[in-house]
Nanobody, 126 residues
Framework: QVQLVESGGGLVQAGGSLRLSCAAS????????MGWFRQAPGKEREFVSS????????YYADSVKGRFTISRDNAKNTAYLQLNSLKPEDTAVYYC???????????????????WGQGTQVTVSS
């Protein structure tokens, strides 16, 4: 069982930056691919980014490539999502998710992940 707690959301102006954190419980964090998803009002939840257990592979949605950076610190059981050059359309609740040994397409699919955090709100004003 893995418990995930996100933090770092907030209100920021367009062009600004935020760093989201996802703290995980458990002693086998390095086995878990960590994913970030988001859900805007009235829309379905969508994939944003993911990172494999070792940090060796990362995946991004086209809409955030070049602006967002995912990383992890296995010693701290924490994954991060750096959000730069934020746009109003990035406004959403951001969720982190975890599951073991996901790669490639599987690492980008919501249904691949069994463990989810409660979400953190990111609001970008124009």
């Amino acid at each position: 069982q893995v418990q995930l707690v996100e933090s770092g959301g907030g209100l920021v102006q367009a062009g600004g930056s935020l760093r989201l954190s996802c703290a995980a419980s458990g002693r086998t964090f390095s086995r878990y691919t960590m994913g970030w998803f988001r859900q805007a009002p009235g829309k379905e939840r969508e994939f944003v980014s993911s990172i494999t257990g070792s940090g060796g592979r990362t995946y991004y949605a086209d809409s955030v490539k070049g602006r967002f950076t995912i990383s992890r610190d296995n010693a701290k059981n924490t994954a991060y999502l750096q959000l730069n050059s934020l746009k109003p359309e990035d406004t959403a609740v951001y969720y982190c998710a975890a599951d073991q040994y996901l790669y490639a397409i599987a690492a980008t699919l919501e249904r691949s992940y069994d463990y989810w955090g409660q979400g953190t709100q990111v609001t970008v004003s124009s």
